[in-house]
């Protein structure tokens, strides 16, 4: 009890310090400004001085003579706003080289001495104790024992962040080589757009994914730290096996829905398609055209001719919604870092994807089916078959992992439901707050109106300005 309260003492005197620093560095922008306008008031003068000074010295007066003035007058001018910023650092004891403050001890001072002796080009690099390698993925040099809860917290993150990207890495492999086999076998591929609409789904996962970030509160159990440990290796197997039975049984399906006939059709039109290609490609190689140019290749694929089919079709929405699966089910997020619940992005791509495969599946909207070349299931029970799937392969794989992770990691699976159960209201209504906000973006962005543009812009600021008004009146 004694080390929470530390630590949230700790933690409180960390924001506090932070809502401090925000208020002095408004405070010096905008008396930064008040002096800036001050100096800048007297270029004019300076340069008319200046001019005269070559005058009377006789040098030449021209128009080379008279740029040279200008760029002495324009050095003197940012030697007066050095000068002046760093008297308005020390007065509101904001050190941004360093990021502390203004020193306060021995220890501090000679520090900041240091500092200022590797500004100077005329001396060696100085290497202190604390400093770390360039490699280094993070590091701390608070001047308080913030500076260890800090680099444990960081460190538990960022083991946990390396494990769950090898297993992703491993799972999103064996899916993807499954069905590249897949349709290969029955002479099919897939579709170029279809490529495209799924990469940009996972790439927004991946993106929210590798900025997770560690809580507030450290946990006395320690993550899993090797890929070989079997609450890890057994996961990975399991649901390994869960996403391959459940596209084996998709692939069946669509081949038993399309029969024999059109599966050659199939083979028929990428053997042409693919003679075709290697004879435009023997052309362009002959003829040895002008400079590659990128916005003709990707106009060429998109424009790639395909042949759309029910196998793909089937394939592509289990794929994809297996690869966000992996990513869902892996990332555990609380008790060590940022749960799935705070991480927004991560959140809703995952939902996001389960909606719009529901959507293709039951053609809501057919121009987007025909544009990504998705072919119309033939009936209900065909589509609810299909969202079975879905839905069993990222339920499955995560019963099974919390499972494995239950028999043989009974800790880790312990702290996971304990953290889950402090789960409250609050933390879910904030998702709906960045859907919001994402679906206003589109919205004003949509619009193609620049008036608008400026609107939502100034009240964006009007409302972060008020946010920080009633910031500083709660530290005063």
Request: with cysteine; aromatic share 8%.
């Amino acid at each position: 009890l004694k080390d929470k309260d530390a630590e949230a003492a700790l933690n409180e005197q960390a924001d506090l310090e932070a809502k401090h620093a925000r208020k002095a560095m408004k405070e010096k922008k905008k008396e930064f400004e008040l002096k800036k306008k001050q100096i800048m008031a007297n270029q004019k003068g300076m340069l008319e001085a200046e001019l005269r000074r070559r005058e009377l010295a006789g040098e030449p007066t021209g128009v080379t003579a008279h740029f040279q003035a200008v760029k002495t007058v324009t050095m003197a001018l940012r030697q007066e706003l050095a000068k002046e910023n760093e008297i308005l650092n020390r007065k509101y004891n904001i050190h941004l080289k360093s990021g502390k403050k203004k020193p306060t001890s021995a220890l501090e001072a000679a520090e900041a001495a240091l500092d200022q002796l590797e500004d100077d080009p005329n001396t060696l690099p100085v290497v202190r104790p604390g400093d770390a390698s360039v490699a280094a993925p993070f590091t701390s040099r608070i001047p308080s024992v913030r500076s260890a809860v800090h680099m444990i917290r960081q460190g538990r993150c960022t083991l946990l962040s390396a494990l769950q990207q090898q297993q992703i890495m491993m799972l999103e492999c064996t899916i993807r080589a499954y069905c590249l086999a897949a349709l290969s076998m029955e002479g099919a591929r897939s579709s170029e757009r279809q490529m495209i609409a799924s990469s940009w789904l996972i790439m927004m996962a991946v993106g929210a994914f590798s900025y997770s970030s560690p809580i507030d509160e450290m946990h006395p159990t320690r993550p899993l730290n090797s890929l070989f440990h079997p609450g890890v290796f057994f996961s990975i197997v399991v649901q390994a096996a869960i996403h391959l039975g459940c596209i084996i049984y998709a692939v069946n399906l669509a081949k038993e829905a399309m029969g024999p006939e059109k599966l050659q059709e199939i083979i028929d039109f990428n053997r042409k398609l693919d003679k075709t290609l290697e004879k435009q490609m023997a052309e362009q190689s002959a003829a040895e055209e002008e400079q590659y140019n990128p916005v003709e290749d990707l106009l060429a694929i998109w424009s790639t001719p395909f042949k759309p089919n029910l196998l793909n079709t089937v394939v592509f929405l289990v794929e994809t919604s297996q690869t966000m699966a992996v990513f869902f089910v892996n990332y555990k997020g609380r008790p060590w870092m940022k749960g799935l619940l705070e991480n927004h992005m991560l959140f809703l791509s995952l939902f996001i994807t389960i909606g719009s495969v529901a959507m293709c599946a039951w053609e809501v909207l057919p121009q987007f089916n025909s544009l990504i070349h998705l072919e119309p299931f033939p009936d209900d029970t065909f589509r609810w078959q299909v969202m079975g799937l879905v839905l069993a392969t990222i339920g499955g794989t995560f019963i099974a992992d919390r499972l494995v992770t239950a028999i043989f990691a009974p800790k880790i699976f312990a702290a996971m439901v304990e953290s889950g159960m402090q789960t409250k209201l609050s933390d879910i209504t904030p998702i709906f707050g960045t859907l919001l906000k994402a679906a206003l973006g589109f919205i004003v962005v949509g619009s193609g109106n620049p008036i608008v543009w400026i609107g939502a812009w100034w009240l964006y600021r009007k409302r972060k300005s008020m946010i920080e008004e009633a910031e500083e009146a709660a530290l005063d």
